[in-house]
């Protein structure tokens, strides 16, 4: 059979709505005796196809369409693809650290691909968690975006980068901002896995984990130097966001290389007209004369000392000697300026703001990885792959209480060691085995000093203050071996088994004990928890599906949960606690999902979480006293303790209409609950929230206009660590803090008037509503304008 010879021509393949590449498409003719995969920029070569073949188009995710090879010269070789909205077989990566089709998994998983990402253009890493809106996200400043899961947040839940984790020895139980270190604007793909991941990922994953995957360098099909760029500029109106991003790709059929720079700078964020007057920012402290002066805000609707700038790096090589050998190396750095802490900068005391300065330092984040993938049937394992990683992540906090001259500097650093092999091996038809190691080491270092205001000409080591942490030894060691089966018992059932062993060890010192006295200087804690899961899909049709699984969790206290003096909130001090121990989870998720052709997608989930153990922030005796001076200031002692038993439970709905071809209605709400075993709430979990979207999506041009919404959070369901912070929430009949409901009014427009060219326009909170989420220390932005322009060439 004749071939397309000397000037064979590459089909190119692109999801019709977005425009960007389909990768692993299959394209082959009728007799099924030749085929070819497009690769990461959707390309394949046809030159071992005739001109007259008709090829067949087929995806899991897409319709399968079939095209005569004469006719692609009429469309330039461009063909577009329509997504299957029928189909459960996507392929996810995040539940065993392979791929896997979604319809063999009995997780609940949230996937937001490249397209959902373009057409969403978020801000930050945090705002892209919450494009399905099944993901809560508080904010304590602009400058954050903390992500609350199930009734989970911080170190209770678990963010991955290309197969890395996140989570360090110093990650806290408050509110946690780091995610905002990553790049939205380079990510391929993030995949949210809901309830606990512990089998896989080992401490902290109890809530759910966040996988994101960056982009991947793209080598060239043919004998020519691939080569492509993109370049991206985004304004916003309420921060005045100003956002320029550049990255590029040159391949080579066995070399390629990408690199991607972004920088973003946002002024202090105007909040909307109407709302509580208690949230309007009417006074802020100003250095005026070597005096601190309490200003009148010219427009108390601008939250004055919110704004930061934030510039992110990213490299990436990739070597692939042969066609079964994948080397990857990554290097990502994430550096921003000084972010004000607004939560504390709108605290209050004897009718005077309290703080003059709050602010983190420049936070950084820097992680060089090296993975390297294997594709060889060996006794075994069929496939391996292999990760290590360092990660360097330095914070500091500055603060200085109204009329005082010392402001008080806190350092920490975190260098962070990790490798992981991973392995699986077909032992049958029907049963496959993944299996593998984990190895993590962390060394914190936290030191602080003072510096006089007044006089900037005495050094700063003369003035002490304590560290955040203890100022020796700081180690944290985790090591961990786990397994998961899968069999297909045939078409309709697929079981999912697993079993992991942890052991954690933790050593930390005091060198410098005359601030506060304590009982110890030596804190070790030594920790191992076997976890297990046992889940089940039984697939009615190929758009039918029912889930249950079970599965258990730990988290293992890290450095910051027993070692920490820190003012957590107005007039209360968290104490190190030396006997704290590893708290776990047993959670029970029961799941339908139902795709009813071009009519509606149905899926809801629902959950109920059992603790023991728990690690709570309590009242707490230090030394036979029930308050300490911190910081100048009388206050309350709390330490993080087990508080006992806890319980969550909740269900999530996901439902879209089909109202046309190119119209649908997209509705979610989510409902969750947690109290421990005095009752109490507990602090992560949200009011119930969720979203209504009126979808128009066409070749060209996508529109969203959607409805967001909060519920109320009374003062009684409060948690007992939210109901002090008064300068956060609105007050009700009684005085008392509670959290309002409210909804905004959102459009968002995508428009791709060709390949190369992409543009955003939209609206949020059209109806200019002043509103706070739960939780959240900044007032969200008013009336907000975006625009956003996209160039790229291939």
């Known amino acids: 059979m004749p071939s397309l010879g000397a000037e064979a021509q590459v089909?190119?393949?692109?999801?019709?709505?977005?425009?960007?590449?389909?990768?692993?498409?299959?394209?082959?003719?009728?007799?099924?005796n030749r085929s070819v995969i497009t690769d990461q920029d959707g390309k394949a070569s046809l030159d071992?196809?005739?001109?007259?073949?008709?090829?067949?188009?087929?995806?899991?995710?897409?319709?399968?369409?079939?095209?005569?090879?004469?006719?692609l010269g009429k469309t330039g070789f461009q063909v577009f693809l329509d997504r299957d909205v029928r189909l459960l077989n996507e392929i996810v990566l995040a539940v065993n650290r392979w791929e896997q089709e979604k319809n063999e998994v009995p997780n609940k998983i949230s996937i937001l691909s490249r397209r959902d990402i373009e057409i969403n253009n978020p801000q930050t890493a945090a705002d892209l968690l919450g494009i399905d809106n099944s993901v809560f996200l508080q904010k304590s400043q602009l400058g954050g975006g903390s992500p609350m899961i199930r009734g989970f947040a911080a170190n209770s839940v678990l963010l991955v980068v290309d197969g890395v984790r996140l989570n360090n020895a110093i990650y806290r139980s408050g509110n946690l901002q780091n995610v905002i270190s990553l790049d939205p604007n380079i990510i391929e793909q993030a995949e949210v896995v809901y309830g606990p991941g512990s089998v896989i990922y080992g401490s902290d994953a109890l809530g759910g984990v966040m996988d994101f995957h960056s982009l991947s360098p793209k080598l060239s099909t043919s004998n020519n130097i691939f080569f492509s760029t993109t370049a991206l500029t985004r304004f916003s109106s309420a921060n005045n966001e100003r956002l320029g991003h550049l990255d590029m790709n040159i391949g080579l059929k066995k070399w390629a290389f990408l690199g991607s720079i972004s920088y973003s700078s946002y002024s202090d964020l105007l909040m909307g007209r109407k709302g509580p007057d208690s949230y309007l920012r009417k006074e802020y402290v100003a250095r005026i004369d070597n005096r601190d002066t309490i200003l009148l805000n010219k427009n108390p609707l601008v939250q004055k000392s919110s704004g930061y700038s934030q510039l992110n790096l990213s490299t990436k090589i990739r070597f692939m000697p042969r066609e079964k050998v994948n080397l990857n190396y990554s290097f990502h750095y994430s550096g921003s300026s000084d972010i004000p802490r607004y939560d504390r900068l709108i605290q209050y005391k004897d009718e005077q703001l309290k703080y003059a300065d709050w602010y983190y330092g420049p936070q950084k984040w820097l992680m060089h990885s090296l993975n390297g993938n294997f594709e060889k049937k060996t006794g075994f394992y069929d496939n391996s792959k292999f990760t290590i990683a360092y990660q360097n992540y330095q914070e500091s906090r500055h603060s200085r209480k109204l009329h005082e001259n010392i402001l008080s500097h806190?350092?920490?650093?975190?260098?962070?060691?990790?490798?992981?092999?991973?392995?699986?091996?077909?032992?049958?038809?029907?049963?496959?085995?993944?299996?593998?190691?984990?190895?993590?080491?962390?060394?914190?270092?936290?030191?602080a000093s003072g510096e006089n205001i007044d006089n900037l000409t005495s050094p700063s080591s003369d003035i002490p203050v304590s560290s955040r942490y203890p100022d020796g030894l700081n180690h944290y060691y985790s090591m961990a071996l786990y397994s998961i089966l899968k069999y297909n018992f045939n078409e309709k059932y697929t079981l999912n088994t697993g079993l992991r062993y942890n052991y954690v060890y933790l050593h930390?010192?005091?060198?410098?004990?005359?601030?506060?006295?304590?009982?110890?200087?030596?804190?070790?804690?030594?920790n191992g928890a076997f976890n297990t899961s046992l889940g089940l899909v039984y697939r009615q049709n190929e758009n039918s599906q029912l889930n249950i699984n079970l599965a258990s969790g730990f988290r293992a206290p890290n450095i910051d949960d027993v070692a920490k003096i820190f003012d957590s909130e107005p007039g209360n001090v968290v104490?190190?606690?030396?006997?704290?121990?590893?708290?776990?989870?047993?959670?029970?998720?029961?799941?339908?999902?139902?795709?009813?052709?071009?009519?509606a997608d149905i899926e809801i989930t629902a959950f109920y979480t059992f603790l023991e153990n728990v690690m709570l922030r309590r009242e707490f005796d230090f030394n036979g006293q029930d308050s300490i001076m911190y910081d100048g200031e009388i206050s309350k002692v709390y330490a993080v303790v087990n508080a006992g038993k806890a319980r969550i439970y909740g269900f999530n709905l996901d439902m879209k209409l089909y109202l046309s071809s190119l119209v649908s209605l997209k509705s979610d709400i989510t409902f969750i609950k947690g109290r421990d075993n005095k009752q109490l709430a507990l602090r992560h979990v949200p009011p119930i929230y969720g979203g209504?979207?009126?979808?128009?999506?066409?070749?060209?041009?996508?529109?969203?206009?959607?409805?967001?919404?909060?519920?109320?959070?009374?003062?009684?369901?409060?948690?007992?660590?939210?109901?002090s912070k008064s300068a956060m929430y609105e007050l009700d009949d009684q005085g008392k803090p509670y959290s309002p409901s409210w909804y905004t009014l959102n459009l968002k427009t995508a428009f791709r008037p060709n390949e190369k060219v992409s543009i955003f326009l939209g609206i949020d909170n059209i109806l200019n509503y002043r509103y706070r989420p739960y939780s959240s220390g900044i007032v969200s932005p008013g009336r907000n304008f975006f625009f956003s322009l996209k160039y790229s060439i291939s």
């Open 575 to 599: 104490v190190p606690n030396e006997n704290l121990e590893p708290e776990y989870s047993y959670n029970i998720d029961l799941g339908w999902i139902k795709k009813t052709g071009d009519i």
């Open 410 to 447: 806190r350092f920490e650093e975190v260098d962070i060691f990790s490798a992981n092999l991973d392995m699986n091996k077909k032992l049958g038809d029907s049963l496959t085995a993944f299996y593998g190691l984990e190895g993590i080491f962390n060394n914190v270092t936290s030191v």
């Open 11 to 32: 089909i190119r393949i692109s999801d019709r709505t977005s425009g960007l590449p389909v990768v692993n498409v299959a394209v082959f003719n009728r007799a099924m």
């Open 508 to 526: 930390s010192t005091i060198e410098d004990n005359s601030f506060y006295n304590l009982p110890f200087d030596n804190i070790l804690l030594d």
């Open 692 to 723: 209504i979207h009126l979808l128009f999506e066409k070749e060209k041009l996508n529109a969203n206009l959607s409805v967001l919404y909060n519920g109320k959070l009374s003062n009684k369901n409060l948690a007992p660590e939210e109901q």
């Open 48 to 71: 071992i196809f005739s001109p007259v073949d008709t090829v067949f188009l087929q995806h899991p995710s897409y319709k399968r369409i079939s095209i005569c090879i004469a006719d």
